[in-house]
């Protein structure tokens, strides 16, 4: 929030509840509880309607009622949720339900009120303590983000090390690995996988074809002919997860790593994939040139 201005979004079809709150929050702004805070109120009659608001306006709090014409119960909350996750989400109830109150924090809620007995200062103070309660669910995801990140990087910084100088890895890829041999060419293929990551990302998130899987199989080819091994794989992908992870929000950073479990396999796969070709070819080449002695 910012210049002491409390955004709201109000999600309810009923008129006379929707004058009822605008008066409580125009009221609240004298309250002792808001601090000097303002609160101006949009509203949407449907949940299509609200999905709609908040993809165009910025809201600090959101006043949900559950049953609406387009949408009703839980599910209300559920869709809401999906597409704003970081917004506080007081649930209006008509009656002290407890089952209803207690499943509806469960699935994300960040507080409730009862419309019948509700006054300015329960209002404003129900959103201050929802306001609260989401920025300590954020803090709380954010760190639990963090420590899954730090153990997927520590997992594959110990693939990275298992594979260090081993007799296999040096017997069939040679040695020295692609970032310490081959610098400059580590760092271009660094770069394409970064860009495939994208990629790979806006697919999926907008339904588009990147044909990612092409690309990767051609990535494999070039990682292929330069005898590259399952750690060099390993350490481009590391090194574009910390890029990519690196000064972004959590959830950004969380649907690179998602995402990039999914392509590391798939492009250690098409990479398998090609030495078995080759292996095959070089039995086949040694086969046909032996020579039969009588």
Do not use: W
Request: charge should be negative.
């Amino acid at each position: 929030m910012t210049n002491h201005t409390c955004h709201v979004l109000l999600i309810e079809d009923n008129l006379k509840n929707i004058e009822l709150l605008q008066d409580l929050l125009s009221k609240g702004q004298n309250s002792s509880l808001s601090k000097g805070m303002s609160f101006p109120m949009t509203y949407a009659t449907t949940l299509k309607d609200s999905l709609e608001y908040l993809k165009t306006e910025n809201f600090d709090v959101i006043l949900l009622d559950l049953n609406l014409s387009d949408s009703r119960g839980l599910t209300t909350l559920i869709k809401l949720r999906d597409v704003a996750p970081d917004i506080p989400i007081l649930i209006k109830i008509d009656n002290e339900n407890e089952t209803t109150v207690v499943e509806s924090l469960q699935l994300g809620a960040d507080g409730y009120f009862p419309i019948k007995s509700v006054d300015s200062n329960v209002l404003i103070h129900e959103i201050r303590l929802g306001i609260e309660r989401q920025k300590y669910r954020s803090k709380l995801n954010q760190q639990q983000e963090e420590l899954r990140q730090e153990r997927e990087f520590a997992d594959l910084n110990s693939l990275i090390e298992s594979s260090r100088d081993t007799s296999v890895t040096a017997r069939l890829f040679g040695s020295y690995p692609l970032q310490e041999s081959l610098p400059d060419v580590f760092e271009e293929l660094t770069t394409a996988y970064g860009n495939l990551l994208e990629l790979s990302l806006e697919q999926r998130i907008f339904k588009v074809d990147h044909h990612i899987s092409r690309e990767l199989r051609t990535l494999a080819d070039k990682l292929g002919f330069l005898k590259a091994s399952p750690r060099d794989t390993i350490e481009i992908h590391t090194q574009v997860l910390k890029e990519k992870t690196q000064d972004v929000p959590i959830i950004k950073a969380q649907a690179y790593v998602n995402e990039g479990r999914l392509m590391i396999l798939e492009l250690m796969g098409y990479l398998a994939s090609f030495y078995r070709k080759y292996y095959i070819g070089l039995s086949n080449m040694n086969l046909s040139g032996r020579k039969n002695y009588p």
